[in-house]
């Protein structure tokens, strides 16, 4: 994952945040960890129950706040989805959170296929995507990435454990 982190690189990923700025991957990794959690928004499946269980082990382990000691990147892999629904979707997610004050370390992302692709692939997040149907079929998994861009714990379920979220 360090090629597309990198911040000189030319191979760093490109992605529109919530609230329509162009974005690199490696500019969300400073200095904590980084939760890494792929999925699309309007997906009322497991996409939605994986984005629950981030929210519910913040809310259970107060010591864990976006913006201090972690951040969290919620990357569409639908390439048609774009930024004023990942907007939408932080908007809904931080008042089930309950804690506005750290949207700066929550992040919405989306892109075009290239940049998905090149994040999920280099993750070994593989999912496959129907343009005709419009429909994503993919793995439940979140990732956490080191400040240096290396995944250091993956979790394959939608729920969470907070101590695996700021490794």
């Not at 706040?65 to 990147?73: C, E, L, S, Y």
């Not at 090149?118 to 993919?138: C, I, R, S």
């Not at 793995?139 to 490794?167: D, E, H, K, W």
Request: aromatic share 8%; proline share 5%.
């Amino acid at each position: 994952l360090t090629s597309y982190c990198s911040h000189a690189g030319h191979h760093t990923a490109t992605f529109t945040d919530d609230s329509g700025k162009t974005v690199t991957l490696g500019s969300l990794l400073q200095s904590k960890p980084l939760v890494l959690l792929p999925i699309f928004f309007r997906c009322k499946g497991v996409c939605e129950v994986e984005l629950q269980g981030i929210i519910n082990a913040l809310i259970k382990d107060t010591k864990l706040v976006p913006g201090q000691n972690m951040d969290v990147a919620v990357l569409s892999i639908n390439p048609t989805e774009k930024w004023d629904l990942g907007k939408d979707k932080k908007e809904s997610s931080l008042a089930e959170y309950g804690n506005a004050q750290t949207a700066p370390g929550c992040h919405f992302l989306t892109g075009d296929m290239t940049n998905i692709r090149a994040v999920t692939d280099a993750l070994g997040f593989f999912f496959t995507y129907d343009e005709k149907k419009n429909v994503v079929n993919h793995p439940s998994c979140i990732a956490v990435v080191t400040p240096q861009g290396r995944v250091s714990t993956y979790m394959l379920s939608g729920m969470y454990q907070p101590s695996a979220l700021n490794r």
